[in-house]
């Protein structure tokens, strides 16, 4: 039994559209949420968190993930229920239909999407070109090198993208094996200074409170830094049209890839307090990406880490920015064919059954934003973005938790359910995604700027497509002389526009 919102908003192919290939089973689903999950995020964070809670630095990365897990549930709840590629705009517009607030979540994961892959993409020119210097092989460009190598790097990522989903997650697979090979190297070597007597295991349990916080606002701050690795399994949800049997296969592969995750971060926290002093993890606690090359550098002199390691990082950060243009790119194709999005981002290659328009669409975001991150390199804002990244996330989770609710009242009795969250946890996730976003977490004010510029945006191309929207219902009405909120659709058209000022 399908409701009338159903049928306005299921996504079908329409006319010669065809559906876009399913080629993920769970392995490749699996490793596609890890690879996400892991990223660049712990790299950059783990010193930062070490230098605010000292030993307790894995009790971060656990209540994260504790924060992203109830999330999860409530994105499985709605995931099994709406298979669509939409992911969190969706959820909103079929809780609260309401155009404005549906346009600006999908704006909202679309920027964190494109300027997190705009920012791995230039962190990996920086790296390639140190472990070229590094390495004796060149001396250190300009900036404009650096910049054309990002922008270079993600043309790459955009024919990857277009050549098909089964490519672009295999080339993912490679990715997150690499990266998780690095996370072992620095496990390893922890474990290793561990078993020979020369660690700090007892450190695992000492607060540092280098910045006067106390206890509870201390791990609040530095939870908040660490959800930031913990994101990425949300973008599954975009690919849910591309994934074979998903509603059976999701809600296991994404709580699995979590909890790999999870084990992965706590390990590498405790090597890093293990290998590394007090006065050593404070001294990290600005460095980005320092603490793990510390660790294997001081665990293990004779490794070559120093020569090595940049080019782990530079794996990383490709793994990172590859999926999150993945996410993009199904995102937009999903919102135009909801009407969110003008209609012809979703044009879909026949052949290859990949959404070259939104490919197209979020490439040319991304360079541009490449641009612009690149021009004033003395700008805080670049060192910002992981942060606003993760204020504009948790935004959206609360959001989604709580569409969750609304949703739940809303359920077909007679419609199949296969995942429902336990009890009132959407409930309780909407509320700690709400707290950690606030600015008693000690977010920078420069975050709140850098996302409220952002939205702004959004407002504004919001209006335009109103006005687009209202101009085409008008002349549909004067060509058919239909009252005023009739559409003329067709048999082939599922998706007609919605209503204007929604």
């Known amino acids: 039994m399908s409701t009338t919102e159903d049928k306005v908003f299921d996504a079908t192919p329409e006319g010669d559209q065809p559906e876009l290939k399913r080629v993920l089973g769970p392995k490749l689903l699996l490793l596609f949420i890890v690879g996400d999950i892991l990223g660049a995020g712990v790299y950059a964070v783990t010193g930062t968190m070490a230098g605010t809670v000292g030993g307790l630095v894995w009790l971060p990365f656990l209540l994260a993930f504790i924060v992203a897990t109830l999330t999860a549930f409530s994105y499985l709840e709605l995931v099994t229920q709406y298979p669509q590629a939409a992911g969190a705009a969706l959820y909103a517009h079929k809780a609260f239909g309401i155009h404005f607030v549906t ?13 997190s892959a705009s920012t791995s993409a230039n962190v990996l020119a920086q790296n390639l070109f140190g472990g070229l210097v590094i390495n004796g092989w060149m ?3 300009g900036q404009g090198a650096v910049t054309a190598v990002a922008m270079g790097f993600m043309l790459v990522l955009a024919a990857i993208n277009l050549r098909g989903v089964g490519e672009s997650v295999k080339f993912n697979v490679v990715l997150t094996l690499v990266e998780m090979t690095a996370l072992c190297i620095v496990i390893g070597v922890g474990f290793s200074v561990i078993a020979q007597g020369g660690g700090n295991f007892d450190e695992i349990t000492v607060f540092t409170d280098s910045q006067d916080k106390g206890l509870f606002l201390a791990v609040t701050a530095a939870t908040s830094i660490a959800f930031f690795a913990m994101v990425g399994f949300e973008d ?37 307090v293990s290998v590394l002093t007090p006065t050593e ?8 990406g320092a603490a793990l090359l510390e660790v294997v550098h001081k665990g293990s002199p004779d490794f070559p880490i120093d020569k090595v390691f940049p080019f782990l990082a530079v794996f990383a950060v490709a793994n990172t920015a590859l999926i999150n243009m993945l996410m993009a790119s199904r995102l937009i194709y999903g919102m135009a064919r909801q009407n969110v999005l003008p209609r012809s981002l979703g044009k879909v290659l026949p052949e290859r059954r990949t959404p070259w328009a939104g490919i197209a669409f979020s490439t040319v975001l991304a360079l541009g934003l490449i641009w612009y991150v690149t021009s004033d390199p003395d700008s805080n804002v670049v060192a910002n973005l992981s942060g606003t990244t993760a204020f504009l996330l948790l935004c959206v989770f609360t959001v989604v938790n709580v569409a969750c609710l609304v949703l739940r009242g809303k359920r077909d009795p007679n419609r199949q359910v296969f995942f429902t969250s336990p009890g009132q946890l959407p409930f309780v996730a909407a509320l700690l ?11 920078p004010v420069i975050q709140y700027q850098i996302a409220g510029g952002l939205m702004v945006i959004g407002v504004v191309l919001w209006f335009i497509t109103w006005l687009i929207t209202r101009r085409n219902n008008t002349r549909t009405r004067e060509r058919t002389g239909a009252p005023a909120g009739i559409q003329n659709v067709g048999k082939d058209d599922q998706l007609p526009p919605l209503p204007p000022g929604r």
Request: proline share 6%; charged share 15%.
């Open 103 to 115: 346009f600006l979540v999908a704006f909202a994961v679309v920027c964190s999407g494109i300027t």
């Open 139 to 141: 001396s250190m460009p």
């Open 236 to 272: 599954s949800v975009n690919m849910v049209e591309e994934t074979q049997n998903p509603e059976r296969i999701f809600p296991r592969t994404m709580l699995t890839g979590l909890g790999i995750a999870v084990i992965l971060y706590m390990l590498v926290a405790v090597s890093v």
């Open 281 to 288: 993890l404070e001294g990290i606690r600005e460095a980005e």
């Open 433 to 443: 995604c709400a707290f950690l976003a606030g600015p008693w977490v000690g977010r």
